[in-house]
């Protein structure tokens, strides 16, 4: 364990990421509203020094950006407006931010307020994290937008393409992606220290909701500070759900993206970035299977599986096929030879806290690996020399090739409020949609898609010699690899899984379109 105590002691800016959640939602330091706004417009650019933000969603991950957005050394934030549609989750934010108005409904903040903020920083669920970005965008408000960017592919390029059109400074919140970590592995990468990328792991302790469950029956009612309708937005109309807020809806295809959806940026987010990845070309899985009685298999299509593993195959710039894996709800890679039989692999390879342990990622190359945790976070070097000790920045010496970002994960918030005050074609951020952020989710998606089509399925008879006639499903999207281009957006070798591509919204709800 001397490796892990010595580690333990790096400096805040790589800490755990339920560790920065929970520091930051509770340091929150308020501000004083001045009594002027700048006024926004099309291609808007702040004439002063400080940038007025609308916050979408005040309580969880609202209230750990909230925090980042202040706590700027340059004190040139300015949180202007609050908006949520449960009073318990902004009960918090207003008490911290008391003189930042307080809306339920964020077409009603953008209607009457647009002229008073610059941008908008959303933590809202997955479901509608597009509509809210996309018309923010469109009256040229700058944005900030947790991950992943939405809940759909096709809402995902929409995004991409607004950010150039509008030419708004746009973020994804994988904070991850500014940790120093990431500058570490490149200069590692440029060095050839591992030699040639062979195939990327990337794991996860998600899902830590439940999945794989049927969808509920039971009858509940609305809280009181609840608006369940705002709250469903663009999703079709169902009855409240209890438990479902504030964090159970994640495992529910009509709202969340899954264990993959909730982790996939920040643990694929590091060799998609290094290695210069673009769109899949193709993608297979397997998916754990529940039984209900005898040859019966259980089905709960409306809810992400309780484990998956799949395969990407992407196209490295040097032309070679990569094949990098995914693994969630307990399933994890063989174990690498490198790690000490008694150490924790997890641990060893990624998150440092065993009590806090959220997922790795491993680049194998031809000299050796490279490993770190969410986001890039606590990279450490592996040589094929059988000593089974990592290596960590200081211990290889490099010279320091890139420069860092400030602040670290705190950083990546305030790199995108100084941009966002530069402008466009200044902006100097980690995760803009355009090149980056919309590519990635777009990837991230494309595995749920696949796993979303594992569940189709067609009724048919079945004559078992033991138990006679009995019915049967036939399932034609599993086991089979799927064949996506990228550019079109597209399945070419199983139709049906492109349903997963575009949902539609519920109507009332306008549909994007650049």
Request: charge should be negative; glycine fraction near 10%; proline fraction near 5%.
């Amino acid at each position: 364990m001397k490796e892990i105590n010595e580690k333990q002691n790096l400096k805040a800016a790589e800490m755990s990421r339920r560790k920065f959640l929970s520091v930051a939602a509770t340091g929150v330091a308020g501000l004083t509203i001045l009594p002027s706004f700048t006024v926004s417009g099309l291609g808007h650019m702040a004439p002063s020094d400080k940038l007025y933000i609308a916050k979408l969603g005040c309580g969880g991950m609202g209230a750990a950006d909230l925090e980042c957005l202040v706590n700027t050394p340059r004190k040139n934030a300015v949180i202007a407006y609050l908006c949520d549609v449960d009073g318990r989750m902004a009960a918090g934010a207003q008490k911290k931010f008391p003189k930042a108005p307080l809306y339920e409904d964020w077409r009603e903040l953008y209607e009457k307020e647009h002229k008073n903020f610059d941008a908008v920083c959303i933590s809202t669920p997955d479901h509608n994290h597009a509509i809210q970005a996309f018309g923010a965008m469109r009256m040229g408000k700058h944005v900030y937008l947790q991950k992943p960017l939405s809940h759909d592919i096709y809402e995902a390029r929409i995004l991409t393409d607004a950010a150039k059109k509008y030419k708004v400074v746009t973020q994804m919140g994988d904070q991850g992606n500014s940790c120093d970590g990431m500058k570490t592995m490149r200069e590692w990468l440029d060095a050839d220290l591992i030699g040639d990328i062979q195939k990327v792991y990337c794991w996860t302790n998600r899902p830590v909701w439940p999945q794989g469950i049927p969808w509920p029956t039971a009858k509940a009612s609305v809280p009181k500070e609840l608006n369940w309708d705002l709250w469903l937005g663009t999703a079709r109309h169902v009855d409240y759900i209890e438990n479902l807020i504030p964090f159970n809806w994640r495992g529910w295809w009509e709202f969340g993206t899954g264990a993959l959806g909730d982790m996939g940026c920040h643990i694929i987010g590091p060799p998609f970035k290094l290695l210069g990845l673009g769109y899949p070309s193709e993608v297979s899985c397997s998916v754990t299977n529940q039984f209900t009685d005898i040859f019966k298999e259980a089905y709960y299509p409306e809810s992400a599986p309780v484990a998956s593993s799949i395969r990407f195959k992407f196209k490295q710039q040097n032309g070679k096929n990569l094949d990098l894996y995914w693994m969630d709800g307990g399933i994890m890679p063989e174990r690498f030879d490198e790690i000490d039989p008694n150490a924790d692999m997890t641990t060893a390879m990624g998150d440092l806290d065993p009590l806090d342990v959220e997922g790795a990622t491993v680049f194998v190359g031809t000299k050796g690996k490279i490993s770190c945790g969410w986001g890039g976070s606590d990279p450490r070097l592996w040589v094929n020399d059988g000593s089974k000790k990592p290596l960590f920045a200081k211990d290889v010496n490099l010279p320091q090739k890139y420069e860092r970002i400030e602040g670290g994960t705190n950083g990546h918030y305030w790199a995108w409020i100084d941009s966002c005050i530069a402008g466009y074609d200044k902006a100097n951020v980690e995760s803009p949609f355009e090149g980056y952020a919309g590519p990635l989710t777009e990837a991230v998606l494309m595995g749920n898609l696949i796993l979303r089509s594992y569940n189709i399925r067609e009724e048919v008879k079945r004559n078992d010699s033991v138990y006679g006639e009995m019915e049967a499903f036939l399932y034609p999207g599993r086991n089979i690899t799927y064949q996506w281009d990228g550019a079109n957006m597209r399945i070419t070798n199983f139709e049906a899984a492109n349903q997963f591509v575009k949902r539609e919204y519920r109507k009332g709800w306008e549909e994007l379109k650049l």
